[in-house]
């Protein structure tokens, strides 16, 4: 997790600093050209003004968010981040593995999946030996949950 918050905060000191020095740099630049009715440079550089002040309050929230997370409240017994997790895949008869991240740390093809991704929102509070039903987008999957390693146990 201090991984994903550092690079939080790498994004958030670029984006402040772009807003800050950069564009307002940009900004009087293209307000010289003149008429800023019809000022394409001015209109982009303010558009991505925008952009940035709500990427920046989407950051400052999500580091907000990780902050809160209190390691010693996730359960010991049952599946929530930091978890890793084996499945058998009842339809396809194969046993598949999961981490399950925040969204930051995502990458499917390793096996590290999102609190809040379908899978993820599924397998929340879930123990060993549950089965599992997953909307998808290819459709309904179910799974039988065979095993379970908390952040706790990872830790250890």
Known sequence: ME??????QEELAELEEELHVKLPKEIQKAREFGDLRENAEYK????????????????RSRLSELESIDVSKIPRDRIAYGSEVVLYD????????????TSEES????????TVSPI?????GK???DEVKVKTPTG???FEIR??????????
């Open 3 to 8: 991984a994903v918050r550092k690079k939080l």
């Open 44 to 59: 982009a550089a303010l558009e991505r003004q925008s952009m940035v002040s709500a990427r920046i309050m989407q950051v």
């Open 90 to 101: 009842l339809d396809k008869d194969e046993k598949v593995k999961y981490r399950l991240v």
């Open 107 to 114: 990458d499917p093809e390793k096996g590290y999946i999102s």
């Open 120 to 124: 993820g929102q599924a397998l929340m």
């Open 127 to 129: 123990e060993e030996g």
């Open 140 to 142: 309904l999957r179910s």
């Open 147 to 156: 095993s379970l390693t908390t952040i706790h146990d990872l830790s250890d």
